[in-house]
């Protein structure tokens, strides 16, 4: 089992900028890639981005390529999604995702959640 928890969600003008965490506990050793998802009401939960723990590799949503940018500190066991130019299309409840599989991405763990909101 991995526990999750996010957070570094609020509320930002169009244009502003936020930082998310999320801090992983558990079974960390086996982690393979952690990533951000969001859900906007009504719609469906999309995933934002990925990073890949054996080299970094990182991959994005078309909607938030140069823009959002998602890291991690090892050491830690923490991911991080910086977001700027922020849009009001990018408020949703963004979660923090990691899977049991060890060899392929797999999202099997989620965190509570933690609510972005951009106003225009």
């Known amino acids: 089992q991995v526990q999750l928890v996010e957070s570094g969600g609020g509320l930002v003008q169009a244009g502003g900028s936020l930082r998310l965490s999320c801090a992983a506990s558990g079974r960390t050793a086996s982690i393979y890639a952690m990533g951000w998802f969001r859900q906007a009401p009504g719609k469906e939960r999309e995933i934002v981005a990925a990073i890949r723990w054996s080299d970094d590799n990182t991959s994005y949503a078309d909607s938030v390529k140069g823009r959002f940018t998602i890291s991690r500190d090892n050491a830690k066991v923490t991911i991080y999604l910086q977001m700027n130019s922020l849009k009001p299309e990018d408020t949703a409840v963004y979660y923090c995702?990691?899977?049991?599989?060890?060899?392929?991405?797999?999202?099997?763990?989620w965190g509570q959640g933690t609510q972005v909101t951009v106003s225009s």
């Open positions: 995702s990691t899977g049991a599989r060890k060899t392929y991405y797999s999202w099997d763990y």
